[in-house]
């Protein structure tokens, strides 16, 4: 009894702990997902997150311009209709553009110009004269204009020296639509030069008001 039971004990002792204990395995499927399929996963992923946050900030910072401008534009229009007043001093008006009338003009009593036909119309620098000095201007000399101040498509050029602007700008007035040149000329006198599209003289009535002097708001 003895002899069998040591017969089995030292067969336990002689086998492996590996044989006696080891699990049983499951085989394993391959899927084919390798860590390259992962790693692209995963970069997709992270980038389709990164549009996500970028379109939120986008939609974000674009509500935000939305509110400022609505904010804006009701500021304005209750500062313009008086709800509430102008916060900064004084009144937000802009400053009207000076027109013709408002910059320097010399009176007609003042101005000395020389009335030069630049067209082929004959008699025509005559006729503009005897309407000057109806007007009050000093005509100083009629005639033909100098071939280099010809055939231009204005109605009308008012040629004059640093000291004659005031004098150009009255000038011009009486025929619309015409134009102002400059030259070195050192005396205070003006050049009316009749071009191709003259037609007559502003009406007269129309120029005197022209002329007269508008007071500039303070």
Not at 20 to 31: E, F, G, K, L, N
Not at 161 to 184: F, I, Y
């Amino acid at each position: 009894m003895s002899d069998h039971s040591d017969e089995q004990q030292g067969s336990q002792l002689d086998t492996p702990p590996q044989a006696r204990q080891q699990p049983v395995r499951r085989p394993v499927v391959d899927s084919g997902w390798t860590q390259e399929d992962e790693d692209r996963y995963q970069q997709r992923r992270q980038r389709a997150l990164q549009r996500s946050r970028v379109r939120r900030r986008q939609a974000i910072s674009f509500g935000v311009i939305v509110l400022v401008v609505i904010l804006i534009g009701v500021l304005g229009a209750a500062i313009n209709q008086g709800v509430i007043s102008w916060p900064f001093g004084g009144s937000p008006t802009a400053a009207p553009c000076p027109t013709a009338s408002q910059e320097a003009m010399a009176a007609p009593g003042e101005v000395s110009v020389r009335v030069l036909n630049g067209t082929g119309t004959r008699g025509l620098a005559a006729r503009v004269s005897s309407d000057l000095s109806a007007r009050g201007y000093h005509v100083v000399e009629t005639g033909n204009a100098p071939q280099d101040k010809r055939d231009f498509p204005d109605p009308a050029q008012v040629h004059h020296g640093p000291e004659g602007l005031a004098a150009a700008k009255s000038v011009q007035v009486q025929v619309a639509n015409s134009v102002l040149v400059a030259d070195d000329r050192g005396d205070g006198t003006v050049d009316l030069v009749l071009g191709q599209a003259f037609t007559e003289l502003t009406p007269a009535d129309q120029a005197a008001a022209a002329l007269k002097p508008t007071p500039v708001a303070s």
